[in-house]
């Protein structure tokens, strides 16, 4: 057999580097070790699984079909603690126009079970107005479900089922503790396909987008759809961190920015509903507005912190406490406000008859006020006062439970008439005034017309948009 041998070059080059290698010390060096690879955790897919199947059981569909009042061809209306909401336009994109021989709309969502007694938790939007509220369980039982309490101000509402066995329940999270970039599961029942589990992200915290003064929202990319409404954003631990309640979508799909209302909150919304049947919080009846620099300088104020009051809600504690329009409020019983937000969350915690000291900024002066915070309209039960008609304008009205009036009807060739005023929207404003009851827009007419107005300004809410009308005075 031949010998085999390397090249003689190749090999006097190798003899060069092996020698090269020997006569070359190099310098003492500590020893690092190796960065440990990342820690993929469910990132990889199976802890995915482990954690979907740990936590699908005690995820339900709710089924909440309602009336149908609308006349054929009319727009779709949504409930009215969802039309200043992201999902406004996304359901409006998918409602359909209902004639008056069809009686019922089918209104689907998700929630999960807090209790094994059959307590479970969903948004409030999906069961508004609903005629009967009935619960799927993943294991396919249909049950009847009854509504404890809901609170449109968060949009959280509770049922109770009767089953005949304890169900699988699922525990709520730390929300505070939640990092953004963290991974997350949305699961729940979209477009009513039943048990569906996406995954993300957490994009974001404490995102304000305009649903109610208590806005404090987690923004994922993980996907959300309607029907997932209700349903629970969970941790890798298996906790739920937030419920999955808006999206914001201008195509009517998921683009990946979907909100969740933080776990923390859920859990002290959920107490008082199971306990009370409905939240309390003190009100004080004030418009508000952020402050900017250029706000702060013209108002002369030292600070550019604090709530701006923009007006003053007629016969409210504001109004009786002596707080007037440019109003900067900077504390409450000493803590500071920095924002609009802060001041409406330390207002709400209060209960209704409560002294508060309200810190103020006035034309660069520093007040204190004391004001006695009155009953939130969100604790008030819904009323429905007889309809109204305001005969220069030619509208029936009915006031609603978060503020302005509903217009139920609109006289033929009357100024409402038309200026397009219809069925549906709703008036927030009258003349220089925010208005919660019929005789409030009375009052504001009168106004008007012993001030020798020829129109009144109505600030108008149509499908989440608002616009002033100038509405000529005069007989319907």
Do not use: C, Y
């Amino acid at each position: 057999m031949p010998e085999l041998r390397a090249p003689r070059g190749l090999a006097q080059s190798f003899a060069f580097a092996l020698l090269a290698t020997a006569l070359v010390v190099p310098p003492a060096v500590a020893e690092v070790p190796a960065p440990p690879p990342p820690a993929l955790g469910w990132l990889a897919g199976a802890g995915f699984a482990d954690v979907a199947e740990a936590v699908g059981p005690a995820v339900v569909q709710v089924i909440a079909p309602r009336q149908v009042a609308a006349r054929e061809g009319a727009e779709f209306q949504l409930p009215p603690e969802l039309r200043n909401s992201p999902l406004g336009e996304l359901f409006r994109r998918f409602g359909e126009r209902q004639g008056p021989d069809a009686p019922r709309r089918g209104g689907q969502g998700s929630g999960f079970v807090i209790d094994q007694s059959g307590i479970i938790v969903t948004n409030a939007h999906v069961i508004a107005d609903a005629d009967e509220v009935r619960v799927v369980l993943a294991d396919g039982r249909r049950l009847e479900a009854t509504v404890i309490g809901s609170d449109a101000a968060t949009d959280l509402a509770v049922l109770q089922v009767e089953a005949d066995a304890p169900l699988p329940t699922i525990a709520l999270g730390d929300s505070d503790a939640l990092r953004v970039g963290e991974p997350v599961m949305a699961m729940g029942n979209p477009f009513g396909l039943g048990g569906t589990v996406t995954a993300g992200i957490v994009s974001a915290r404490g995102r304000t987008i305009g649903a109610s003064a208590f806005d404090d929202f987690i923004q994922t990319d993980a996907p959300i759809n309607p029907g997932n409404s209700g349903g629970p954003l969970v941790n890798a631990a298996g906790e739920v961190v937030g419920v999955n309640t808006a999206i914001f979508s201008p195509s009517g799909g998921n683009v990946g920015i979907g909100f969740a209302i933080p776990a923390n909150l859920v859990q002290e919304i959920v107490a008082q509903l199971r306990d009370d049947g409905g939240i309390t919080r003190g009100w004080l009846g004030v418009a508000l507005q952020r402050l900017d620099g250029d706000l702060a300088a013209a108002l002369g104020t030292t600070t550019e912190e604090g709530a701006l009051v923009s007006s003053i809600e007629p016969e409210s504690p504001a109004e009786a406490a002596g707080l007037e329009p440019g109003d900067v409020v900077v504390a409450v019983n000493g803590d500071a406000i920095d924002s609009t937000r802060a001041l409406a969350l330390a207002i709400a915690a209060l209960p209704p008859g409560t002294e508060a000291e309200l810190t103020l900024e006035r034309s660069g002066e520093r007040l204190t006020k004391g004001v006695t915070l009155g009953d939130h309209p969100s604790n008030r039960p819904a009323a429905q006062p007889p309809a109204a008609e305001p005969a220069a304008l030619g509208l029936e009205l009915r006031s609603r439970d978060e503020g302005g009036l509903v217009v139920t009807a609109v006289a033929p060739e009357s100024p409402a008439a038309a200026l397009g005023m219809r069925q549906g929207d709703v008036i927030l404003r009258a003349g220089d005034r925010n208005v919660t009851t019929p005789a409030d827009v009375g009052a504001a007419v009168a106004a008007a017309e012993t001030a020798g107005r020829a129109s009144i300004a109505l600030q108008i809410e149509r499908n989440g948009r608002r616009t002033f009308l100038a509405v000529p005075l005069g007989t319907a």
